[in-house]
């Protein structure tokens, strides 16, 4: 499960998640990466900020984790890369998700679904 833990810097109260590998349910950091990438071509430290952006700063997937899940979901055929120069200037891995990455996220996606729609009953259960 995501850990939820206080974040520097941000006000009294408000939470985000830090995703390591161990924490986070099966499939869940596949699932945020592809659906990142399904917005467009990033390198790796964009994947990151990308996740941060949309979660409004409540999901933060540290570079030990993204790395080696972007290696796997390379080789798996869901993500295509290229070396290009980044914002800066410097060169820099960019990823893009292939046809198949688009179908594995939505089976991804529709999976989440299902899994949020179980849990919810069971919470609602009196």
């Known amino acids: 499960m995501p850990r939820l833990s206080r974040h520097r810097g941000r006000a009294k109260g408000s939470t985000h998640v830090t ?12 699932m945020l ?3 990142a990438l399904s917005l467009g071509a990033l390198h790796g430290y964009g994947v990151i900020q990308r996740i941060r952006q ?8 540290e570079q030990g984790s993204l790395y080696p899940a972007l290696y796997r979901i390379e080789q798996k055929g869901w993500v295509s890369s290229k070396w290009e120069t980044n914002e800066t200037g410097r060169r820099a891995k ?3 998700l292939t046809r198949a990455g688009r179908k594995q996220l939505e089976e991804e996606e529709a999976s989440w679904d299902r899994l949020v729609l179980a849990i919810a009953k069971v ?3 009196t």
């Open 19 to 30: 995703q390591k590998k161990a924490d986070l349910l099966q499939g869940t950091l596949d």
């Open 33 to 35: 990466i592809l659906k």
């Open 54 to 61: 949309t979660s409004d700063e409540m999901l933060n997937v």
């Open 94 to 96: 960019f990823y893009s």
């Open 123 to 125: 919470r609602q259960a």
